[in-house]
């Protein structure tokens, strides 16, 4: 069975601030893929990054930063210097073989100015 | 701007109606999909329509009913609904549909209100 856990439900963090939200999955499949979404309040689920079960490096996009780490199954993301702007709901994901998403429960992240 | 286009974004409607959601994308994806979303809640799966065969989430009632009228356009007939399906409709498309690695792109959704 596939499960995501996003534990961390709510954060608040003062502008500048650096902030990380906390993934673990859940398979039993040797390939997957790892995913991160933004939902800002206008609704729509924006892509930020997709990662593959055999590709543990670490990525890094401007401000933003991915740590993946198969020996403990986490794949945590990291906003260096937070804005309002970053203010949304986070949905970490995972897909195995066809077309099913796992979705996480998603962090509500609000940057305080 | 998003690629995947949704109409319309807000849609009020009584249990007696019959109304219509749509989604349209110009990337060449070759899977749509149709997901509801609760307030507070990640995203549910509906239906998935890829290489013109739908697939249907078994626990969705039939007062929903998906259609594709071709490989761009995906949509959601909605007929005698209920209030508790009050939800942001969210309709998706990725490159490729079979246990592969594409990503799924979103449009803004339709936030769908039954009274």
């Known amino acids: 069975a596939q499960k995501v856990t996003q534990a961390q439900t709510e954060i608040s963090v003062v502008e500048k601030e650096d902030v990380t939200l906390d993934c673990v999955y859940e398979t039993r499949d040797t390939t997957y893929y790892l995913f991160w979404y933004k939902q800002p309040p206008s609704g729509e689920l924006v892509f930020l990054i997709r990662?593959?079960?055999?590709?543990?490096q670490n990525e890094i996009s401007g401000r933003y930063s991915w740590n993946f780490q198969k020996s403990t199954s986490s794949f945590n993301f990291t906003i260096t210097a937070s804005q309002v702007v970053d203010s949304a709901v986070y949905f970490c994901?995972?897909?195995?073989?066809?077309?099913?998403?796992?979705f996480g429960t998603g962090t509500s992240l609000t940057v305080i100015p | 701007d998003t690629e995947v286009t949704q109409t319309p974004k807000h849609l009020v409607m009584g249990m007696t109606n019959k109304k219509s959601l749509k989604c349209e994308q110009h990337m060449g994806h070759r899977a749509m999909y149709w997901y509801k979303q609760k307030a507070k809640k990640p995203p549910e799966l509906m239906f998935v329509y890829s290489y013109e065969k739908l697939s249907i989430n078994e626990s969705v009632p039939s007062r929903f009913s998906p259609e594709c009228p071709n490989s761009s356009l995906l949509n959601l007939h909605l007929h005698a609904l209920q209030p508790e399906d009050s939800a942001l409709y969210l309709c998706?498309?990725?490159?490729?549909?079979?246990?592969?690695?594409?990503?799924?792109?979103f449009g803004e959704g339709s936030r769908l209100t039954v009274l």
């Open positions: 994901a995972l897909r195995v073989a066809g077309n099913q998403f796992y």
């Open positions: 998706a498309s990725s490159r490729r549909p079979d246990g592969n690695t594409g990503e799924l792109f």
């Open positions: 990662r593959n079960s055999f590709d543990e």
